[in-house]
Nanobody
């Protein structure tokens, strides 16, 4: 069974850090582009950061550039999203997704095929 499982969410104060993990099972994530997306209440799902299948191309939303870093651990079949200097506006459910036909690191939800269940991130004092 092909599956993505996110973990690492939680409650953090503004300025803090979290590392989200996206573990793939049932397939080798190396051959897929992997994206992190988020959805806040009442808002559309948006692309946060995506990485190409080869890992050489990354994309970041303007709102998270410099603060967030996406990376792959091929041995663990896992993709990470390191989030630093978190802000209240980063509060959302974060999802990871895999796409087999994604061009480079295109970071729009409708080109990704397999989705995880999401992990909640709350940034609040």
């Amino acid at each position: 069974q092909l599956q993505l499982v996110e973990s690492g969410g939680g409650l953090v104060q503004p300025g803090g850090s979290l590392r989200l993990s996206c573990a793939a099972s049932g397939f080798t994530s190396d051959y897929y582009a992997i994206g992190w997306f988020r959805q806040a209440p009442g808002k559309e799902r948006e692309g946060v950061s995506c990485i190409s299948s080869a890992g050489g191309i990354t994309h970041y939303a303007d709102s998270v550039k410099v603060r967030f870093t996406i990376s792959r651990d091929r041995a663990k079949n896992t993709v990470y999203l390191q989030m630093n200097s978190l802000k209240p506006e980063d509060t959302a459910v974060y999802y990871c997704a895999a796409g087999a036909q994604v061009v480079q690191a295109t970071c729009v939800p409708n080109v990704y095929d397999l989705w995880g269940q999401g992990t909640q991130v709350i940034v609040s004092s």
